[in-house]
């Protein structure tokens, strides 16, 4: 787990507090929205903010996620696009955690070490692959220890 998430759970289960985690799609309503939202959404109480990746095909989200990705994805937003994002927004002094959340072929379309090394040097702390089951991570979960990144696994309760 990376250490300013880390730091945040082991504060907020000291304290008894719950946690706010809300979401965004990068590039969504437009690629210039995402800083500004990130932003808001800290100023607004986010202790953790989930960043989605667009994607073409989201099939494990529901209705109002798939026509998010798709304007991103028209829009162009790319995985890289949200990185970036993410430094702009550190730049401009966002201080909670941020976890891309998605799927996993933008991850392998960039390469699993070069997609933790730039969304470390970002200020990400780690992601949410929603199409990589734990058991299939070996490779991408060392990438995102060697980052202090972390992988947050999606598990059926089946």
Do not use: W
């Not at 667009?54 to 998010?68: R, V, Y």
């Not at 070069?114 to 040097?121: D, N």
């Amino acid at each position: 787990m990376s250490k300013r998430l880390r730091e945040l759970f082991e504060g907020a289960h000291r304290d008894g507090r719950t946690l706010f985690v809300p979401y965004v799609t990068g590039g969504y309503p437009g690629p210039a929205d995402t800083v500004p939202l990130l932003l808001a959404m800290e100023a607004g109480g986010a202790d953790v903010i989930e960043v989605g990746v667009p994607f073409t095909d989201p099939l494990a989200d529901g209705a109002t996620i798939q026509h998010a990705n798709q304007v991103a994805v028209e829009g162009g937003t790319r995985l890289v696009d949200c990185i970036e994002a993410v430094r702009a927004a550190r730049a401009q002094g966002l201080r909670a955690p941020v976890l891309f959340m998605g799927y996993y072929n933008p991850i392998l379309a960039l390469g699993e070490e070069r997609t933790a090394e730039l969304a470390a040097a970002a200020g990400a702390d780690g992601f949410i692959v929603v199409d990589l089951p734990p058991e299939e991570a070996g490779a991408f979960l060392a990438a995102c220890r060697r980052n202090d990144l972390s992988f947050v696994p999606l598990v059926a309760p089946t």
